[in-house]
């Protein structure tokens, strides 16, 4: 069963930029594609992105200008970096595998959820 | 602006059925859009419950279903537990390879 662990900072300043990690066991980072959701306190949840090991990724439009997502093969990890934050951008950030299909299936769902960790953005 | 409609809350009596809807503002939800719901319980993460409009992921309880109603994605809880009582996403897969979320479903069960 893949696993996957959130690390970073729990307070940001206003400003600068945040950088998370998620470490994925139980699979290889090669396998999959792996997303960032996130959810601001008491709201609902917001798709960040998505990457492939091979470089793919897409990102929600809203964030694109912010938002840089990387992965690390040898290590099993893959990081986002969010840029220019403000207090908006507060929130559960959770790393999670993004499944697709196939040209001939299509197919389309997350699964392998980490636990989530808190951002606040606050001086 | 919500693209993709919820309805903000429902309330179910145990043993009961519900249906919640997940609708475009503009347009009708179909098959191709792979609709996918997702339980959440407070201070945890999610957890897949059905994707590509009615698959069961693996271990989920079969009083859950997905299916099309009309121009909406459903979600059907037949036979309503009181540790269903959650909130409810469904996720819309867009073109442009964009996932939307709804604004999510808050169940009640009394």
């Known amino acids: 069963q893949v696993q996957l662990q959130e690390s970073g900072p729990g307070l940001v300043k206003p400003s600068e930029t945040l950088s998370l990690t998620c470490t994925v066991s139980?699979?290889?980072?090669?396998?999959?594609?792996w997303s960032w959701i996130r959810q601001p306190p008491g709201k609902g949840l917001e798709w960040i992105g998505y990457?492939?090991?091979?470089?793919?990724?897409n990102c929600n439009p809203s964030l694109k200008s912010r938002v840089t997502m990387s992965v690390d093969t040898s290590s099993n990890q893959f990081s986002l970096k969010l840029t220019s934050l403000t207090a908006a951008d507060t929130a559960v950030y959770f790393c999670?595998?993004?499944?697709?299909?196939?040209?001939?299936?299509?197919?389309?769902?997350?699964?392998?959820w980490g636990q989530g960790t808190l951002v606040t953005v606050s001086s | 602006q919500t693209v993709v409609i919820q309805e903000p809350s429902f309330s179910v009596s145990p043993g009961g059925t519900v249906t919640i809807t997940c609708g475009l503002r503009y347009g009708s939800v179909s098959t191709t859009y792979y609709p996918g719901w997702y339980q959440q319980t407070p201070g945890q993460a999610p957890r897949t419950l059905i994707y590509?409009?009615?698959i069961p992921y693996s271990g989920v309880p079969d009083r859950f279903s997905g299916s099309i109603l009309g121009n909406k994605a459903a979600l059907t809880i037949t036979g309503a537990q009181a540790d269903d009582e959650s909130d409810y996403y469904c996720v819309l897969y867009m073109s442009g390879g964009i996932s939307v979320f709804g604004g999510g479903t808050r169940l009640t069960v009394l």
């Open positions: 990457m492939y090991f091979r470089g793919n990724t």
């Open positions: 999670v595998r993004e499944i697709f299909g196939t040209a001939e299936a299509g197919s389309h769902y997350f699964d392998n």
């Open positions: 139980g699979g290889s980072i090669r396998s999959s594609y």
């Open positions: 590509n409009t009615n």
